[in-house]
């Protein structure tokens, strides 16, 4: 029997084909921006996760802090007030640590023969490569041994602009300062890495630390702190031990930040998580407006066949079974438009995020959903219509023209 | 056997009561061909709609088969409307979407009966009307008299014991009239009760009984041979 009433219900279906067409196209229409805007938000969020803790999470970073900002006013950074002693310390005291650098950074031009490019100069302890699990392409990374002399590590995006495909290492490039040029020997250059949190080193130039203080910075000031611990469940520990000690130094919480990367990707995972919500909510208004339709119809659908539902009646159809085939109508129209909808959906993800570079990330549960919500747009807005058939009068019906 | 005790009907029109049966007792015995006549608004089609369970009586008591169907549930007006009564109707109200076939299948889906069953019993009921050769067609594609014929394989589907027909011969042509006419009268001969409402007075030619029916109310009972 339900048989026959599903073979009726995509018989009546397959009668009005136009009207089925355009009651299922905002179904279609609604599970198709849903799938895309969740899969294109997950895919998103996704390779920003996996770029961040490609980092590995146990990398913590110390800046100075921001005061002020009380009443209205502006909070000011409050400027370079970390020194290489501080690093010296921290490796000292803190035991979670595994590796510390100072970094000093800033942008400057940076030209070979009559090339130029603007380049993100960090001074850096040797360890920073392994820290930030930054490979060498071509040469070598600088070494202790090398501290203090004119060597320089580029990125690969600046190698490219520069030498065009030629060798770098060996050749002498210079970085203009405020007190004119200085030449360092390139050593080696990097793979491509892409933008990591603070910085890209694709953009980036590497001098050793004391190299960088005496030609290029002219401080004792740092700019920030790179540290690793050990492993990742001592980040708590470490980052309570550095704040410790900075609390020590400066008896003033709001002079430094410490930042570890495990925090980020919490704060930047619900930021993403809340973000996706949203868009999917403002999708999925869309198919609560396709719903409406489906029920527009629907009922229009139960008025005209008025007439067959009285006949139905009379040889013996019950309440039930004419409820049934206007239910069944209705989740046809959305399942199948759901499928396509899933369909089109995935489409799309997958057009735009190879347009703006995402992966996308369909996943079975969106899948399920999708579905799942289509069939119970169906189920919903399809009962009304389907109870006002069979609770009609037979004999109005029949009378019914 | 349906018996009707003091059968009483009233619509509402607005603010208006209509009387549309008053007081009506009248049995009617099986095997029998009762035609009932009147005027439009004599209240005919209110007492085929209550002996056909699409309706319930304002008051009195309506017993098919000694069950009183003015107590029973919707689901059980739906079972007797399928497999004790059979009606006709004088539109022919068949499905338009579905063949002839179809139609004459459609009380046995609803009453459960497997696909091969359905299909070898309405071909048979088909080829006792005459239509063994119009299976396959949609009622669009079939004369007003052959829509009536498959009307009644289909009222006959499910081995009703009694047929209701509204004016089964008001929208046909004498000659195809006559055909639905004698296929009820064969079909009374077999066994069935056969209960006729109807205006043309050449229909009680087959009747055993004939009732006049005015304003709700029995004013003539005619009984033939």
Partial sequence: MIFELFKESLRSIMSNKTRTFLSMLGITIGVAAVIAVVSLGQGASESVKKRISSLGSNIIFITPGRIGGAGGRLAQAVGNVLNEEDVRKMKQFCYSLSNITPVLQKQSVILFEEKNTIATVMGVYPSIFDMMELKVEKGRPFLESDEGKRVIVLGEKIAEDLFEGEDPVGQKVYIITSTGKQSFTVIGVLKKSGQLLFFNPDNAVFLPFKTAQYRIFHTKKVSLIVAKTISQDLTDTAVSEIDDYLYKKFKDENMYNIVSQEAILSTLSETMAILNLTLGGIAGISLLVGGIGIMNIMLVSVTERTREIGIKKAIGATNSSILLQFLMESIIITLIAGIVGILLGALIANFVGRMVNISVLITPSVIMIAMGVSTGVGLFFGVYPAYKASKLDPVDALRYE | ?225
Avoid: W
């Avoid at chain 2, 056909?52 to 029973?72: A, E, M, Q, W």
């Avoid at chain 2, 009694?162 to 009374?188: H, Q």
């Fill in chain 2, 1 to 225: 056997m349906v018996v009707l005790e003091n059968v009483t009907k009233i619509y509402k029109m607005g603010s208006e009561e209509i009387k549309a049966l008053d007081d009506l007792s009248l049995e009617i015995r099986d095997g029998e061909i009762l035609v009932v006549m009147g005027p439009s608004g004599s209240g005919k089609s209110t007492f085929l709609h209550l002996v056909g369970c699409l309706d319930r009586p304002t008051s009195g008591k309506i017993l098919i088969d000694g069950k009183d169907i003015s107590n029973l549930r919707e689901r059980e007006l739906a079972r007797i409307r399928n497999r004790t009564i059979g009606f006709v109707f004088q539109q022919f109200n068949l499905l338009p979407r579905l063949t002839a076939l179809e139609n004459v299948e459609l009380p046995m889906i609803y009453a459960g009966i497997p696909k091969r069953k359905r299909v070898e019993r309405a071909k048979k009921l088909l080829e006792m009307v005459g239509l063994s050769d119009r299976m396959k067609h949609r009622p669009s594609q079939l004369s007003g008299g052959q829509q009536q014929r498959v009307a009644i394989a289909r009222a006959l589907a499910n081995d009703p014991k009694i047929i209701l027909a509204d004016e089964p011969t008001g929208n046909l042509d004498t000659k195809s009239g006559e055909v639905v006419i004698n296929i009820l009268r064969d079909l009374n001969r077999k066994g069935l009760t056969i209960v006729i409402v109807t205006h043309d007075p050449d229909i009680t030619i087959i009747a055993h009984r004939v009732i006049h029916l005015k304003d709700g109310k029995i004013i003539k009972e005619e009984v033939r041979v």
